[in-house]
């Protein structure tokens, strides 16, 4: 038994290791490709006359960004994760994380601090933000554009837990596969941001899980840090 799980491991292990190897290979050749794109647009939005045609030029700036947005994805996918793990106030880090989303985006989520304003998480706070990044643009796009996104904060034994909900229900099928690589049910997505969420709180000694998936209280996705005990500087807990 022990030998065959090992060699189920040792497959999926080479598995991810080609998998990232791709991606990495086309973000590679792929960006050189958008960045020609971009600047031929450039030039050519200097020769446009008509607001119809400069309102094309920028559905074609419009397009290469969300194209840069998946290279992107695809190089967090395929990099090899370097911790360089430190202290961030709490406060810090989530003001970060806001700063990252589109002004609309930030403005449709809703902060549920449930521990003291002086913790300090640690972790790095680099992939952190963008493990929490990655969850919150998941759930702001699978729901409606003037709903709102619930980033909550908990303080557990020995760690933190980071909790965004959002309103909906996924069938079991799609929701016992969320975590597998660039399988995903929006058409503008590669599905590659919740298996990198989860790559990155499990190279922290945490992880990411579906918490809830009801159609009366919503989705929550969890992301789980471990602390050590002056993690939370004051010991207060309050909600900020």
Known sequence: MGSQTERIERT???SDALLANLAQVLAHRLRGLITSIEGFTDLLAETLVTPEQRELALR?????????RILSELQWYSRPLELMPG????????QELLVMLEENEAARV???????GRYQVRADPMLLRQA??????????ATRPTSIVQLRVLNEPRSIRFEVW???WMPP??????????????AQNLGIGLPIARRIAEAHGGTVYLAAN??????????????????????AHSLA
């Open 87 to 94: 202290r961030r106030p709490l406060r810090t880090l989530l």
């Open 132 to 141: 929490l990044f990655m969850l919150l643009k998941n759930a702001l796009e």
């Open 173 to 186: 099928e799609v929701a016992e596969q969320i975590f597998v690589p660039f399988f995903t049910t929006k």
């Open 60 to 68: 074609v700036f419009e397009s290469t960004a969300s194209i840069e």
């Open 110 to 116: 809703a902060l549920d601090l449930r521990l003291s």
């Open 12 to 14: 999926q292990a080479t």
């Open 166 to 168: 959002n309103e909906g």
């Open 214 to 235: 009801d159609p009366d209280t919503g989705i929550c996705m969890a992301l789980i840090l471990p602390q050590d005990d002056e993690s939370d500087t004051n010991g």
